[in-house]
C-alpha cells in the first residue's frame, strides 16, 4: 500500500487512497440528551445521542452490572430517493437491525458494566444524510456520545469510576476498481467489489471485522492490505473523538 | 388583550405574553431532498423536507392531478426523557398519525392540484428537538420545504404555474395560569389550562382551529381574545417564511 | 344567525338550518355492561357501554385516583360501502384513533377521579349504522352510559359521591353551500366546505372545538355563527340526555 | 331422547331439554346493506348484513364465478366481562378465525357460484350481547342476511336465478349435566361435558358436525342423542327463516 | 362396510378403504428435548417435541396444577409448492391456529393436571413433509412426545404419580368417490366431498369429532360408517404408540 | 498454528484443534422439493431445500434474469430450552434476518443469473438440531440443495447450462481458551473469547468473513490464524458436498 498515495486516480472526489473524507464531530448537540454529538464524514451526517436509563432491561435486573445497547435508523429522506418509514412500515428492517446490533455489540466492547452499575444506556444513532459509511460514522460519534454521557453520570457523582476502558472507532475500507481505498462514499460503494467495516480500539485490537464480496470474491492479500489501510483511518479518527470530547 | 404586553408576569423565558420565541428558518439542509428547511421555534427544532414522488397514491392515478402528504416524527432523544421508537413498537401512535393527519390536510389546502400535475410531494417533518409547538412548528417549517420542492419542480421545466395559492403558517395559543399566552414552549404548554392550535392563510382566513381545555373549560371570550394572539404571531411567520424561500 | 329558520332552503331532509336530526337516546340496552345506551341522531346509531373496571392503568395505580377511557369503532356495514375491519388489518387507523382521544378527553373533562376511586371506566362507542355525526353522538350517548355506570356504582356503594360535575354533549356544525348549518347528515358533511365539532359543558363552556377547511378557508366571523349554532343544538341535547338517564 | 319432555330438570330459564330459547330473526336492520338481519337466539344478539362487492379475490377473478366469505367479531362489551378488541391488540384471535371459517365454509355449502357470477358476497356476523350459541346464531342469521343479498341482485337484474340452492341453519347441542340439551346458553355452555355444534340443511343432510369433549369423553350413542335433537332444532330454524325472508 | 375389503377400487397406491398408510413413530429424535417423536403416516412426516417449563401461563400461576398446550406450523417446503413462512408474513394463519387449537385441546383431555404440578408442557408438531392428515398424525405423534416427558418428569423425581390417564390418537376418514374411506393422503383429501378427523381414546370414547362437507353434504349413515372406520384406525395406532413408548 | 495438532487439550469432545465434527450432507431427503439435503455438524441438524420458483421478485422482473434467496428459521426445540417461535411474536428476530440475509449473499456469490433465466430459488435452512454453527452449516449444506435443483432445472430442459460458477461452503473458527480451533460446538462457542464465520469459494477466495470479538479483541495475527484453519476446514467440507452431490 506503500504507493497508494501515488495512484490517486479514480476518487471522484479528489481523495488519495488512503484518505478519510473530511471529518467533524459536534459534541452536546441536543440540550435533553446526557451526552450526544453530531458526525459528520464528508456529506454523510448522524446524530447520536446516548440516554441514561435508571432501569436494565428484566433479564439482567437485580445483579448490580449495567447494559449498553443501541438504536440505528435514517430519516427518510437522508437518502438519496425518499425511503418509506419503517414505523408506518410497520416493522424494523434486516438492514437496520443487523446495523444496530453491530453498534451495539462494538460499544458493548468498552465498557466496564461493573463501574457503569446498574443503569442502561441507549445510543441512538439517526441518520440526518446519508453517503456511505452510515454504520461506521455511527459507531465513531456513538463512542463520543456514550463517553459523554459517562461523563455526565461521574459529574452527577452517580458513579465513581468512568466505565469506559478504550476508544473505539470504526471506518470502511473496501476494493474499487482494483483499488484499495479507505471511507467509501456512497458512489464508491455501490460501485464497490468489496465491502469491508473495520472496528478497532486504541489499543490496535479489533472487535468486528466485517468483509462481504459484493462483486467479485477477495483474497488473503486483500484483506492484509484493508486491514492496514482501516487502521491508518482510525487513528486519525481517535484524534478526532478526543478532540471534541475535550472541548464538550 | 390590548394590555397583554404590559402584564409580563409568568413567562419563565422572559417573554411578552403576546411575544414568539426566537423562531429561524434554514432553507436547503438535506443535499437530496427537492425542498428542505430546518426550522427552529426556540429550543424546539424540526428538520423538514419536501420529496417529489412522480407517482400518485393508486386511487388518484390517472387523473392527470396531484397529492401533497405529510408524515411526522421525534427521534428518541428530542424529549426530555427518552422515548421509545415507534418502528420499534410496530406502529405508529395515534398522536403521531393525529398530527400528520393535521399537517397534510393543512399543506393540501393551499395546494392547486392541477397545476401540480400528477404527481406526489412528501412532507417529512422529524422532530431533532422538541420544546413544545412540535406541531405548528412542522407546518410553518413544511410550508418553506414544500414551496422550495414548488419552485425546483418549476425550474426543472416540470410544471408551468406555481401550484401554491396562498402561504400557510401555524401557531399555538393557551391560557396559562388565567393569561391568554402566544407560542407555548414546553413547560408553559404542560402547565396550560386550554390549549389552541391554529393554522391561517395569508389572506387571514383559517384553515384549522383545534382548542383543547386541558384542565379547565373555556368561554367564548376566550377564543376571540387566543384567536387574535394567534392572528398576530402568524402574521410574524409569514415574514419569516417569506425571509428564508427568498435567500435559498 | 337570527333568520336562519327563514332561509330554510338547501336540507334534502327538509329540516331548519338551526334544527337537529330526530334524536334519541335510549338506556340499558346492554344487559351485561354497567352503563349502556343506543343514541340516535337520524339514521346515525351508536351502541355505547360503560364498562367498569376494577384496576386502573399501571401508571395511574396505586394513587387511589380512577381513569376514564375511550374506545371507537364501525361495523363494518356501518358505512355506505363496506369498510374493512381494522382487526382484520391488524391495526387501528389514524382517523379512529383520533376520535377515540377526541371522546376520552372529552368524558374525562367532567370526572372527579378522586371521587371515582381507583379504578377505569371504559366507554366503548360502537357504530352500528352510520350517517354523520358519529364521533359527536359518541359522546353525547357515552355521557349517557357513563352516567349510569356511575350511578350502578353509587348503588352498588363502591363510591359515595356522584363522580361526574358536569354534563357533556357534543354537535358537529357547519359551512354548506354557504350556509350555517347544524348536525350535518353524511351527504351535507361531504359537501361540506367547513366542518367544526363543538363539545360543550351543561354550565355553557367549551371543552373542546375542533374546525376544520375541508373546502374553502372560514373567518373569524364564521366561527361566532358556527359556535351559537352548536350552543342552540348542544343545548337540546342536553334535555334529551337527562330524560334517557332519568328513565333508566 | 322420547322422554327428554319429561325430565325437565336442570335448565335454568325453566326450558324442555329439547326446546331452543326464543328465537327472533329482524331482517332489513342496516339501511346501506344489501342484505341484513338482527338475530336473536334469547339474550345472544347477533347483527348479520351481507354485502356485494362486484370483486372477487384476485385468486378466483377471470373466471365467471363468484364467492362468499364470512367474518365474526363481537362488541367488546357482549361479554359479561369486557373483552379488549382485536384491531387494538392487532390481530384476530385463533377463536374468531376459526369461528369465521366455520361460517364462510357452511354459507359456501350452498351457494351456486355460477348462477352468483363473478361478484363476492361478504357476511359480517357482529355479535352486541353474546349468552351462548353465537356461532350457530351467526350461520341461521348470516344465512337469512345472504338471501336478501341474493334478492336484491335479482331484483337489481344483476343475477338471473337465484343462486342458493338450500336453506341452511345451525344450532348447538350438548350434555349438561348428564342429559342431552338444544341450544344451550352460556351458564350450560360452561358447565357442559360435551358442546357440539350442527350445521344442517333443508335437506336433512349435514354439512358440519363439530364435537368437542370439554370435561369428560362421548359414546357413539351420545352422538346419536345429540344429531337428533339438533335436527328437531334446526328444524323450528328452517320455519323462522323463512318467516323472516317472507316479510321482509 | 362390511364388504370394504373387497371394493378395492379407487385408492391411488392400492390400499383397501379400510387400511392405514405406513405408519412409524420413532422415539427420541431431538436430543434436547424432555420427549419427542418423528410420526410418518406414509409420506406425513411430522416431528413432535414435548418441552417442559416449569411455569405455568400467568393466569393460572399459583394454583399449583399444570397445563398443556401446542403449537403446529409447517416447514415452508413440506408442501407440494412452497408456502411462505407465518413469521415472514407476521402472523400464524387461521389454519394454523384452528389446527393448534384442536392438538391442545385433545391432548389436555388426557392429563390429570394435579398430578402434573405446576408446570407446563409444550408440544410441538412441526410438520416435515405433508401429505394429508396432518393434524391427526400430530396428535398420535404428540401423544407420544407428551408421554414420554412425562416418564422424563417421572423418572427426574420431579412427579409422583404418571399424569396421562388414556392414550389417546386420531386419524382422518372421508368419503371419496363415494366410498368411505380411511386416512386420506394429500390427493384423496383433495378430491374428497366429505373430511372427518376424529380422536378417540384408548378407552374407546371420543373427544373430538369435526366433519365437514367439502363438496356435498352427508348423512346420518355416512357418519355412522365413518366413525366406524376411524374407530378401527385408532385401535391400530394405540399399537403403533405403544411399542415406540416402550423401545424409548 | 503447525502445531495445534499437538495441542490437543480443551476440546470437551476430543477433537484436534483443527479438526472438524462428523460432518453427514444426506440429499434428497424432501420429497416435493427440487433440491434438498440434511446437513449435520455433529449434534447440528439442518434441512436445507431448494424450491424453484418460476416467478423473480417484482423489482427484477422482465429482465430474463434470476435469482437466488434465502430463509433461515429454527425449529423451537432446536435449542436446548425451548425458543419461541417467531411466527407467534409476529417478527422475525434481527439474528434470523442477519442469518438469512449472510447465507442468501453468499450463495448469490456463485450464480450466474443470466444462465438461471428469469426464475427465483429459495433456499429454506430450518434447524431441527442446534449445537453451534448453524448459520455456516446452512450455507454448506444449502449450496447442495442449490446445486440439485440446478440439476433438476437443467434435467428438466429448463436450463442449457449449470448456472453456479463455484462451489461454495463455510465453516466457523475462533477462539477458545487462548487456542484457535476449528468448527466449535455450542458450548465452545459460548466460550469463545472471539468467533469468526468464514465463507470460501473452491478457488479458495474468500465471499464473506466475519469476525466478531464476544470477550476480548483479537490481533492481526489472531485473524491469520483463523483464516488458515477455516480453509483447511472447508476444503475439506468440498469434498463431502461433492460426495453428497454425486450420490443424489
Not at 146 to 174: E, M, R
Not at 185 to 212: I, P, R, W
Not at 229 to 237: C, N, T, V
Request: hydrophobic share 40%; aromatic share 6%.
Amino acid at each position: 500500500m506503500s504507493n497508494s498515495r501515488i495512484k490517486k486516480v479514480g476518487r471522484g472526489d479528489e481523495r488519495l487512497l488512503d484518505q478519510l473524507r473530511g471529518v467533524r464531530i459536534t459534541p452536546n448537540v441536543v440540550e435533553w440528551a446526557e451526552g450526544s454529538a453530531l458526525v459528520e464524514f464528508g456529506k454523510t451526517r448522524v446524530l447520536c445521542t446516548a440516554s441514561v436509563d435508571e432501569k436494565v432491561p428484566p433479564y439482567r435486573a437485580g445483579k448490580g452490572i449495567g447494559w449498553v445497547t443501541a438504536e440505528y435508523s435514517m430519516l427518510p429522506r437522508a437518502t438519496h430517493s425518499r425511503t418509506p418509514r419503517e414505523a408506518a412500515v410497520g416493522k424494523v428492517s434486516g438492514r437496520t437491525q443487523e446495523i444496530q446490533r453491530l453498534i451495539g455489540r462494538s460499544l458493548r466492547g468498552i465498557v466496564n458494566f461493573v463501574s457503569l452499575g446498574e443503569r442502561q444506556i441507549i445510543v441512538d444513532c439517526d441518520v440526518l444524510q446519508a453517503d456511505g459509511g452510515t454504520r461506521t460514522a455511527s459507531i465513531t460519534g456513538g463512542y463520543v456520545a456514550l463517553a459523554l454521557a459517562c461523563k455526565w453520570l461521574q459529574k452527577k457523582g452517580l458513579i465513581d469510576t468512568f466505565p469506559l476502558t478504550n476508544a473505539i472507532a470504526a471506518v470502511s475500507v473496501g476494493i474499487v476498481q482494483g483499488q484499495h481505498v479507505l471511507d467509501l462514499n456512497y458512489s464508491e460503494d455501490s460501485a464497490a467489489a468489496v465491502d469491508f467495516n473495520v472496528v478497532m480500539l486504541d489499543s490496535g485490537e479489533f472487535v468486528e471485522v466485517q468483509g462481504t464480496a459484493e462483486g467479485s470474491p477477495f483474497s488473503r492479500n486483500d484483506i492484509d492490505a484493508m486491514l492496514s489501510l482501516a487502521e491508518k483511518g482510525i487513528r486519525e479518527l481517535f484524534e478526532i473523538q478526543k478532540q471534541a470530547i475535550s472541548e464538550a
